[in-house]
């Protein structure tokens, strides 16, 4: 069988902002994004006093989200009570503003928490919020390793900040 490959040159510059290494970002991503002061550009539709939202900037779906705390760490067991209450507040309140944006079938909720179990960014803990629907693993992950996004991130950020801006507190 032959071997394809599909280049993706700008994804190591957010490979490599990701560990601190990148042009333009210093350290990690979700320290540094939330103070450039644009959550647009930062891709944050909503923040929370001691959380806050991020669409995925290489996302599995449309609408992919991650919630973090402002709080720089790795470890989700020493969270305080508060930052963990409100981890979760705005993982509840990312599923319905996902569902009102979306209308998904289901969703992927959880957090890799350390490299060997996934984790892209291993020292700042957040969790996923993925909306799933039927059939929306086609064929191009498994003959290509390859995903195939229908909407821009521009779009599925004003989607999610409308939906959360429409949800009550």
């Known amino acids: 069988m032959a071997s394809h490959r599909l280049w993706a ?11 601190g290494k990148g042009k333009g970002m210093d350290g990690c991503i979700f320290c540094s994004k939330p103070a450039l002061g644009d959550d647009a550009a930062a891709l944050i539709p909503y923040r929370g006093e001691r959380c806050f ?6 996302p599995y779906t ?6 973090a705390p402002y709080e720089h760490t790795a470890a989700l067991a020493e969270l305080d009570e508060q930052t963990a209450g409100e981890l979760m507040r705005l993982t509840q309140r990312s599923l319905r503003a996902l569902g009102s ?10 957090a890799n928490l350390g490299t060997v179990a996934g984790a892209g960014v291993a020292d700042h803990v957040h969790q996923h919020v993925v909306p799933r629907w039927e059939g929306d ?23 999610v900040r409308n939906a959360f801006a429409s949800l009550e507190d």
């Open 137 to 159: 693993t086609n064929f191009m992950p498994v003959v290509g390793d390859t995903r195939v996004m229908p909407q821009s991130l521009d779009d599925s950020y004003e989607d």
């Open 53 to 58: 939202v991020m669409l995925n900037a290489f």
């Open 101 to 110: 944006a979306y209308g998904p079938e289901g969703f992927n909720v959880g």
């Open 9 to 19: 040159p700008w994804r190591l510059e957010y490979i490599q902002a990701a560990r």
């Open 62 to 67: 449309s609408g992919h989200l991650m919630i």
